[in-house]
Nanobody, 120 residues
Framework: EAQLVESGGELVQPGGSLRLSCAAS????????MKWLRQAPGKGLEWVSG????????RYVDSVKGRFTISRDNAKNTLFLQMNALKTEDTAVYYC?????????????RGQGTQVTVSS
């Protein structure tokens, strides 16, 4: 069974950094594009970033460009999101998902999410 498990979310002060991880199992991770999504309190699901299967091409929503970096380790079946210069508006539940690189909100499996809270 294909499964994604996120970790790394916590409470952090504005300006701080976090690194989220997503462990994949049950499918051939290296053959799929992956993405990070987030959902802030009272808001809809938002695409944050995507990466192609080889880890060569990446894309970001404008609000995180220059602050977040998506990467992957195909040998370890793990997806990452390095988040720097965090802002209060980055507070959300962050999900990793498997889906098309060209369709931001298209996915067929998603993890349970990890909570990121940015607050002083």
């Amino acid at each position: 069974e294909a499964q994604l498990v996120e970790s790394g979310g916590e409470l952090v002060q504005p300006g701080g950094s976090l690194r989220l991880s997503c462990a994949a199992s049950g499918f051939t991770f290296s053959t799929y594009s992956m993405k990070w999504l987030r959902q802030a309190p009272g808001k809809g699901l938002e695409w944050v970033s995507g990466i192609d299967a080889r880890g060569v091409e990446t894309r970001y929503v404008d609000s995180v460009k220059g602050r977040f970096t998506i990467s992957r380790d195909n040998a370890k079946n793990t997806l990452f999101l390095q988040m720097n210069a965090l802002k209060t508006e980055d507070t959300a539940v962050y999900y990793c998902a498997r889906g098309s690189f060209l369709s931001p909100l298209s996915f067929n499996i998603r993890g349970q999410g990890t909570q990121v809270t940015v607050s002083s």
